[in-house]
């Protein structure tokens, strides 16, 4: 079954005490596009968060969020080092004592020294971050995809009942186009007569010539071949929406050969029925592409 672009997925991972969330936003896109926000110290991480999207992903513009979870140990720990501490503190009191200096050693100055305060290894984070997002963003990705799945059932329900309203009044249609033939004849006959009338001539109507007018009247306004290919797409387009994957530019595409033998059916046709029936079909059709446009 087709699947829609629109969805919201969350998903937590951990791995050797630091937890990440991964929340998914994505909404209807003609490509996959992928926009990452993920904290400073995970930037590096953004080429295997794309890559594992597009893994699952073929359509559509996702955000994805990444954030440490409150239980998490902090990516950005860092800790003193207690023995350079205590070394720059016994040379500042030489110092002092060399240079008969007074004064209180401050805490504050002595954090400043570099190399007192120090950060985790990158590497440590590397190989707990990596895992932890991995985790995180596959259950996101489920979650996403089960929501996509769901309005994708929706989507293509509704589709399928507008398809079939489309039949429907593409079956009318042709039910009327022989009858709009004849109505075309009639009123042919009616503005001969009218007008041999204004010139004041009275003979009768060559009925052969007129039939003649009739015959290719008919033929410019015939439809078969219009009703038989907007038939022929109706048909294409309820077994592509019964299709697994990302079906959306095929639906697309064939919501635009339906218009345009629609709109051939309007021009084609001057009678005011078939020109009613068309507007019906219309109207149709633009709730049909607007559901399109939110398929995968």
Do not use: W
Not at 104 to 122: E, H, N, Q, R, T
Not at 202 to 207: I, R
């Amino acid at each position: 079954m087709a699947t829609s672009m629109t969805g919201f997925g969350r998903g937590v991972g951990e791995a050797s005490g630091v937890v990440l969330v991964a929340e998914l936003r994505s909404v209807n896109h003609r490509y996959l596009e992928v926009r990452s926000h993920l904290p400073q110290p995970l930037l590096f991480l953004e080429p295997q968060l794309l890559a594992q999207i597009q893994a699952r992903l073929q359509r559509g513009r996702v955000d994805a969020v990444v954030r440490e979870d409150r239980r998490s140990l902090s990516l950005t720990a860092v800790h003193p080092d207690l023995d350079l501490a205590r070394r720059h503190l016994d040379a500042l009191r030489q110092l002092g004592d060399a240079l008969h200096l007074t004064g209180s050693i401050d805490l504050m100055a002595l954090a400043g020294f570099k190399g007192v305060i120090v950060g985790d290894d990158p590497s440590d984070v590397a190989s707990s971050a990596g895992p932890a997002l991995e985790a995180a963003l596959a259950a996101a990705l489920d979650d996403l995809i089960e929501m996509r799945a769901g309005e994708g059932r929706r989507l293509v329900a509704d589709i399928a009942a507008r398809l079939d309203a489309m039949g429907g009044i593409a079956d009318r249609a042709g039910e009327l186009a022989p009858a709009a033939a004849e109505r075309a004849r009639v009123r042919l006959e009616a503005r001969i007569r009218e007008l041999l009338a204004s010139a004041g001539h009275t003979a009768a109507v060559d009925e052969a010539r007129l039939l003649t007018e009739v015959a290719l009247i008919a033929e410019r306004n015939d439809v078969t071949e219009e009703l038989v290919r907007l038939r022929a797409h109706l048909a294409a387009m309820r077994s592509l929406i019964a299709q697994e994957g990302a079906i959306g530019r095929k639906a697309d595409f064939l919501c635009q050969e339906l218009l345009r033998e629609i709109n051939t059916l309007g021009s084609k046709s001057a009678d005011v029925a078939v020109t009613g029936l068309v507007v019906e079909m219309k109207t149709e059709l633009e709730r049909v592409r607007e559901q399109v446009q939110n398929l995968e």
